[in-house]
């Protein structure tokens, strides 16, 4: 199983951008799917981004379609989500998941591990 640790989150101006990582430690990160979901206050957690295991499928919430990209480095066994054009329905606590199936993932039955989170605020 992996550990998931998350950073890059802050204080953004609308229109700006972000960049998350989520750095994991374990053995074969190249198995999991990876994930990012968010949670704004009074909210349910809701599904960002996935990636498959080699980075050949991803699929984005139609909120972000456009605006976000999630990629992968398994040499370096992180996940990033590059958030452009933010708005501040975008703030939120954002979690990175791993998961055994990407084709589930937005749904979490298959996330294994979460990491802590980290805060992205957008002001408008």
């Known amino acids: 199983q992996v550990q998931l640790v998350e950073s890059g989150g802050g204080l953004v101006q609308a229109g700006g951008s972000l960049r998350l990582s989520c750095a994991a430690s374990g053995r074969s990160f190249e198995n999991y799917a990876m994930g990012w979901f968010r949670q704004a206050p009074g909210k349910g957690r809701e599904f960002v981004a996935a990636?498959?295991?080699?980075?050949?499928?991803?699929n984005y919430a139609e909120s972000v379609k456009d605006r976000f990209t999630i990629s992968r480095d398994n040499a370096k066994t992180t996940v990033y989500l590059q958030m452009n054009s933010l708005k501040p329905e975008d703030t939120a606590a954002y979690f990175c998941a791993a998961g055994t199936d990407y084709f589930t993932m937005s749904n979490m039955p298959s996330i294994t591990t979460w990491g802590q989170g980290t805060q992205v605020t957008v002001s408008s």
């Open positions: 990636i498959s295991g080699s980075g050949s499928l991803r």
